[in-house]
């Protein structure tokens, strides 16, 4: 919960792909509150208020996890809100302001993200959310013990590196700092 408002102020991107990791945890708890706060939440929280507000955070998001029918797989309208505003600020600074600097870090991705999207089998994905995606995955192959090779740690940097660069304008837009008008 603190995790997850930290990164929607600062950085959309981690936040994306941190609200995907807790999508998994409450279905892999069977969509369980009691289990997720006894065994995940209660041995790290030990402030009762902050407890509480835990579990109402994660109450809400499994509730409507189950009334937006992801409770198996997919995302929250939230999370799909915020990865189509990503692809529309991608598609803006791509085609309508020709950002150099976007299209650069974009161009050197784009391999990268054509080949994930194959071996994905996610052809019907926006070019943002597979880049989400892969770099979720990372995560996922990290933990599991993956390591990989040099190549493909350079491959994931220009994935990165695209996302970061997006959500430093996504937070400029969001903050009224980016006039689209102007540029």
Known sequence: MLIAQK???????????YMFQIEDLIRANQLDLD????????PQIQDENLLEKYKEWYGGLI??????GVAKQGHTSDINEIIMELLMLHNTLLNILDDKGYKERFEKALPALKDFQHKSNSADIN????ALNALYGKIILKLKG???TASTEEAFGHI??????LAIYYKKMRNGDLNFANN
Not at 7 to 17: D, G, Y
Not at 35 to 42: A, K, P
Not at 63 to 68: F, S
Not at 160 to 165: D, K, W
Request: no cysteine; glycine share 2%.
């Open 35 to 42: 289990t997720i706060i006894t065994t995940i939440i209660e």
């Open 63 to 68: 509730k409507q996890m189950k009334r937006e």
């Open 146 to 148: 993956q390591s990989f």
């Open 127 to 130: 070019i943002v959310e597979v």
């Open 7 to 17: 990164t929607k102020e600062s950085n959309i991107a981690e936040h994306v792909i």
């Open 160 to 165: 990165s590196q695209m996302l970061g660069y």
